[in-house]
């Protein structure tokens, strides 16, 4: 766990990121000054940066509110001064990626929000070592890949662009997509494929990049992958169809980055961290995610964990959380036309009842 320091490394011309369910996710986080936010992935750091506005905007309002008429009247005259930035940390943007981090950076005042290079993981360390014992506002997750990782062609997780066999998020990590796509046994293979792309196809994928061995680059295995796969109709990448190796591409970065393995500790710890009242806010764009998502939320909302047949609770449990969205939120069409990436996105959120 590092705290990421401030870097010049200026990677904004390859930002191309929209926030999925921005306005969604922020309305239900209920922002409200003075208390502590957390985004548990920043990324390009859309989301983060509507956090800290909105907190500006409501201490703002709040400071005009409060000050005596006269010193009112001398603000206006000097209306177009840009208000003076934040001075409490009181948002924490986690990333286990360093370079999206070192991105944000750009984007936003060191006094804004506390940046630290993280899993999500271990956000009760972080949240300690921030001095903090819960935290009183929310927590947001909005899970997988972003944009900006993609769109690096050395970070290998395009099979569009050339590029190593690499899809590590944090990149001080060993393993990588090359050691799967060359080590891994075909059964092996096949069953993550299957299980975290849910590509039909994927025995004849495994064998041929079995049979292909070794691949060294990203368009190598997309070529294999490709040609594994009958797909009715042609992909076209101006068509909504998806590119062959899609799932597969899906299904290595999952396993790489143990991407499921993590999920159930972070989601359990964000709501033991949550103060009454506070809320937790995570947005998935796998199936099998979701589903996590949704059996963790409900076994937190639930007031008895007692096996279903057993006559009388005495298992002391109590209920923890009330889940606001009975039904996850998703992308409307606009939204889904303007940003392709959103169409499989789901949003959950919870309260913490005290
Ligand atoms: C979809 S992007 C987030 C985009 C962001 N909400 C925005 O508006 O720009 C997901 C980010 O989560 C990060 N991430 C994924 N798994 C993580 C984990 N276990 N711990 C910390 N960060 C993680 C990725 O590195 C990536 O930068």
């Not at 957390?38 to 500006?56: C, P, R, Y």
């Not at 995610?289 to 279903?308: G, L």
């Amino acid at each position: 766990l590092t705290q990421v320091q401030a870097s010049s490394d200026d990677q904004a011309d390859r930002l191309n990121h929209q926030s999925v369910l921005y306005s969604e996710s922020l309305d239900l986080l209920n922002i409200r000054s003075g208390l502590t936010y957390i985004d548990a992935t920043v990324g390009a750091g859309g989301h983060l940066k509507g956090i800290v506005q909105a907190l500006s905007q409501q201490e703002q309002e709040i400071a005009q509110s409060t000050q005596p008429a006269q010193t009112k009247s001398a603000e206006t005259q000097s209306a177009g001064t840009p208000p003076a930035p934040r001075t409490i940390a009181g948002v924490i943007g986690i990333d286990r990626d360093s370079r999206s981090l070192d991105l944000v950076r750009n984007r936003i005042q060191e006094t804004e929000a506390l940046l630290v290079h993280a899993n999500y993981t271990d956000i009760k360390e972080v949240v300690k070592q921030a001095g903090l014992s819960t935290v009183t506002g929310g927590i947001l997750a909005d899970l997988g890949v972003s944009s900006m990782q993609i769109d690096q062609p050395e970070r290998g997780f395009s099979f569009q662009k050339d590029g190593p066999l690499d899809m590590r998020m944090d990149e001080t990590q060993s393993f990588s997509a090359y050691d799967i796509v060359n080590k891994w046994d075909e059964k092996k293979l096949a069953d993550i494929i299957y299980q975290y792309g849910e590509e039909r196809q994927s025995r004849a994928v495994a064998r041929n990049i079995v049979n292909a061995r070794p691949l060294k680059t990203t368009l190598e295995l997309a070529e294999v992958v490709s040609r594994s796969v009958r797909r009715p109709g042609k992909y076209n990448r101006h068509t909504q169809s998806i590119h062959p190796a899609t799932r597969t591409f899906q299904a290595l970065r999952i396993a790489v980055n143990d991407e499921l393995g993590g999920l159930k500790t972070f989601l359990d710890e964000a709501i033991e961290l949550l103060a009454p009242g506070a809320r937790l806010v995570v947005i998935t764009f796998h199936s099998l995610e979701d589903r996590m998502v949704k059996q963790n939320f409900r076994h937190h909302a639930d007031a008895c964990h007692c096996p279903p047949r057993q006559p009388v609770c005495n298992c002391g449990a109590k209920s923890e959380l009330l889940i606001i969205t009975k039904k996850p939120i998703i992308a409307d069409e606009k939204e889904v036309l303007a940003n392709m990436r959103s169409r499989s996105a789901k949003l959950r959120a919870g309260e913490k009842i005290g």
